[in-house]
């Protein structure tokens, strides 16, 4: 049976207390937390994913959290096979802790990428879509030291890698956070947005960068590719 | 006749939704002398695709003006055609207007979480299980039904070959099929198609989707010749117009979308039209029947 070649997809989320913070209501609508928002981000992927008959073999998906320390908050799946109750929830905690995210993203990708090539697939080089509403709370060498190995050559899974900032995020830090600098980009939230509605735009811009990816996919494993969420909102977005 | 509009004459607009090329609005006033209480949208290319040729498109536009409204009905019942090309202020063409797609080309489907969606009824479903349709709701057609699927895609490209365009890039998600009021299907995204002798003014974005490439233009892939990979003509339409037929018929095979073996379907097939569909997989491109061939086979 040919290997069919399958594209890993993680979503990394802030969960900081900030992201609990209610925003301002709009026009008498109460907006939503940030944390509501981005818990709506696995839904809006997964449906998209069911609209295909063609992509749910395509795709697998993983959520990480991370503020004092990270962690797997939905293993590496098939989302359309997964039920809608068994899906859990983004819960807020602690500071934001970029070294904790990014030193359990090296641990875990050789984990799932071992076990896709263990059930016979080719594995494309992951994507890695990460959520922050703030600046990290580790010194400075810290982070750049884990993200540089995270990314350093050597590391055979080392990902795209695709940073989100909203409310407090800054551009000129999360733009250190691109992987790699020639192909890929930051989307940071331009000052004065309401944060859930950036991050619903994240989500749509992501369900766009993984089937555009996933419609890419020859079924032969021969071709396809990691294909970037589309720039063309600038309304939103730096 | 002048078959361009200016995007400041269109009037309101409202986004039904965005792809990777283009964003494509319903608009709530406009109207054309010849298309009466037809609802017609704009598909404005982004910035990254443009700028596209004007001169390209109106070849396009202007065939379908000149066609004898009798013809011009029938092509329209199975093309999305575009009607006007669109300018604005910046380079080539904006966009073009198209008629609103009819309601029956949408299929009604139910999400994990009880949402209801209406979706454009994709050839794509015409893959799927049966377990798959269940799950979700939606129809999945019969095999006489079916059949009758690839007659209306059979006939629709014959048209199509008989005014000397080629469509190009079909595949699964290029056209749409209904059940009701009456079983067929009709091609989209038909501003990429190309006049015959001419060069598509779109088809380069994506020449062949991944799954449908013909045997040609993977022989070209692996010689890294990006020309011949790219080459759009009749031939690769009769190839597509296999894969198809293939693929609509193999009826509740895992990963159908992905199949190119005929034999998957020798048993939903009469022998005549078995080896049609052999040969549009197998022969030679010079040799693969031609959609008329296959319209007067599927008469018989």
């Known amino acids: 049976m040919t290997e069919m070649l399958v594209l890993p997809f993680y979503v990394v989320a802030d969960v900081s207390y900030s992201m609990t913070m209610k925003p301002p209501a709009v026009d008498g609508v109460a907006a939503l937390r940030p944390i509501d928002a981005a818990n709506e981000i696995v839904k809006k992927v997964k449906i998209a994913l069911e609209n295909s008959p063609l992509l749910g073999d395509k795709v697998r998906f993983a959520m990480l959290d991370f503020s004092d320390d990270a962690q797997v908050v939905i293993p590496m799946c098939d989302l359309t096979k997964v039920d809608p109750s068994q899906i859990p929830q983004l819960q807020a905690r602690g500071g934001t802790s970029y070294v904790a995210a990014l030193q359990l993203l090296k641990r875990q990708i050789p984990i799932d990428v071992g076990q896709l090539k263990a059930d016979g697939h080719k594995v494309h080089r992951p994507a890695v879509f990460f959520l922050t509403d703030g600046e990290p709370t580790d010194p400075d060498h810290e982070w750049k030291a884990s993200f540089a190995d995270l990314t350093d050559s050597s590391f055979k899974e080392r990902p795209n890698f695709i940073p989100f900032g909203v409310a407090e995020a800054k551009k000129e830090l999360l733009d250190q956070l691109v992987y790699p600098q020639q192909r890929m980009r930051s989307f940071v939230q331009r000052t004065g947005e309401d944060p859930s509605a950036a991050i619903t735009s994240m989500a749509e811009k992501l369900v766009g960068s993984i089937i555009a990816s996933a419609n890419s996919i020859q079924s032969d494993g021969m071709g396809g590719t990691f294909i970037l969420p589309d720039d063309d909102d600038g309304d939103v977005w730096l | ?300």
């Open chain 2, 1 to 300: 006749m002048a078959l361009i509009v200016r995007e400041a004459d269109l009037g309101p607009r409202k986004e039904l939704g965005r792809g990777g090329f283009a964003v494509v609005s319903l608009l709530s006033q406009y109207q054309l002398p010849e298309l009466p209480g037809r609802a017609l949208v704009y598909k404005k290319y982004k910035d990254k695709i443009r700028p596209v040729s004007v001169f390209g498109l109106s070849q396009l536009v202007d065939l379908r003006h000149g066609w004898e409204p009798a013809r011009r009905q029938q092509l329209d019942a199975a093309f999305n055609w575009p009607v006007r090309v669109v300018t604005d202020d910046g380079p080539g063409a904006s966009g073009v207007l198209l008629p609103l797609l009819d309601p029956s080309y949408f299929v009604r489907m139910t999400d994990s979480y009880g949402g209801v969606h209406e979706n454009p009824a994709e050839g794509q479903y015409l893959t799927a299980t049966r377990d798959w349709c269940t799950q979700r709701g939606v129809p999945f057609p019969t095999l006489e039904q079916r059949y009758a699927l690839c007659y209306s895609l059979v006939r629709a490209v014959g048209m199509l070959h008989k005014a000397e365009v080629v469509y190009g890039d079909l595949s699964h998600k290029n056209y749409l099929y209904r059940l009701t009021p009456k079983l067929s299907v009709t091609l989209v995204d038909c501003d990429s198609m190309r006049p015959r002798g001419q060069t598509s003014v779109l088809g380069g974005l994506q020449p062949h989707t991944p799954d449908w490439e013909p045997p040609e233009a993977l022989a070209a892939k692996r010689r890294n010749d990006g020309i011949g990979f790219a080459a759009q003509n009749y031939h690769t339409d009769r190839y597509k117009l296999g894969l198809a037929i293939l693929r609509i018929l193999a009826m509740d095979v895992p990963r159908a979308a992905e199949k190119r073996d005929p034999d998957l379907v020798r048993r939903h097939l009469p022998p005549h039209l078995f080896r049609l569909l052999q040969a549009s997989l197998t022969a030679p491109p010079a040799q693969r029947p031609d959609a008329r061939t296959w319209f007067e086979e599927m008469r018989r």
